[in-house]
């Protein structure tokens, strides 16, 4: 498997460990919150600061500590654990956004959801990240104990199951009679069997 590849399926399997992680600390009331060094003061667009104002509680709820600093700007002075903080303002944004694009007013189970979800994403491993065996085999399991291990928070599938004709059609080969073929790197093929291989 290609790394890029591999490593952007640890990152999806690591954002569901996470998102339920963080959910089922929410609904415990245990999220754990990190200080800043230093408040990071962002200015919002008008309909984001409509947003900030309705949700204020269950961010905080969440492990955000956001303080009106004037008319459209806020200083965000703690975010969840896990969250680094040069992501706290892409975080931020990115909730309020994401519940602005809500067509009706969504109840405080989506809303929970929606910024666990985003939570995970910013703190799990990023693509690329080199994962050694006992990490792989933590993951793994971590993953298994999931409510729904086969996807992300946002849809995407971790796992998929493919037939052997899917496979087969896929590459456009039967793999029945690949097994008989062996083909050389110069183009020539030889004979093999499958006793041979």
């Not at 008008?46 to 949700?55: D, T």
Request: neutral net charge; aromatic residues 4%; charged residues 25%.
């Amino acid at each position: 498997m290609p790394a890029a590849c591999g490593s952007s399926i640890s990152t999806l399997r690591h954002e569901r460990v996470l998102f339920e992680q963080h959910l089922s600390a929410r609904r415990a009331g245990k999220i754990e919150a990190q200080r800043m060094l230093m408040p990071m003061v962002i200015e919002l667009a008008p309909r984001q600061i409509v947003i900030y104002e309705k949700i204020a509680e269950e961010l905080a709820a969440n492990g955000f500590e956001v303080e009106p600093m004037g008319p459209r700007s806020v200083a965000i002075q703690a975010v969840p654990a896990g969250i680094v903080a040069s992501d706290a303002e892409k975080l931020l944004t990115e909730i309020l956004d994401g519940i602005e694009r809500e067509n009706a007013a969504i109840s405080i189970e989506t809303l929970q959801a929606k910024i666990a979800a985003s939570t995970a994403c910013h703190a799990a491993i990023k693509v690329n990240m080199p994962l050694d065996q006992t990490k792989m085999e933590w993951l793994l399991a971590e993953l298994a104990k999931t409510d729904c291990p086969m996807s992300c928070p946002h849809g995407r599938p971790v796992v998929l199951r493919y037939s052997v004709k899917e496979i087969e059609r896929a590459f456009q080969r039967n793999i029945d009679a690949c097994r008989t073929q062996v083909f050389m790197c110069d183009g020539r093929q030889r004979q093999t069997s499958n006793q041979t291989r």
